[in-house]
């Protein structure tokens, strides 16, 4: 895409909206992360605290969660890398 054209108000709008965009898709991860790890992790509700098991699942569950999504961040930019090449 050509951008060539747009004046500096527009592409101030634009920075801000991917920011914006940005924002909310990491929201959105870390929601699924803390949903996910969550359910597979905390099951008994009885107590004010997590057990010693329950936090080690859900540390667990939250670095496997990270490294994933960096894995697929890093693919999606590698598989774009190759779309844009010449």
């Known amino acids: 895409m050509d951008f060539s054209n747009v004046t500096q108000k527009e592409q101030k709008k634009l920075e ?6 940005t924002m909310s898709a990491i929201s959105g991860t870390y929601m699924t992360m803390v949903g996910r790890c969550f359910s597979q992790c ?7 605290s997590m ?3 329950e936090e080690a699942c859900v540390k667990t569950c939250g670095e496997k969660f990270m490294k994933f999504q960096q ?6 930019n590698e598989e774009s890398a190759n779309l844009n090449a010449p």
């Open 16 to 21: 801000e909206i991917n920011v914006d965009l």
């Open 42 to 48: 905390v099951n008994d509700m009885t107590s004010k």
């Open 51 to 53: 057990s010693r098991k």
């Open 71 to 76: 894995r697929v961040e890093l693919r999606f």
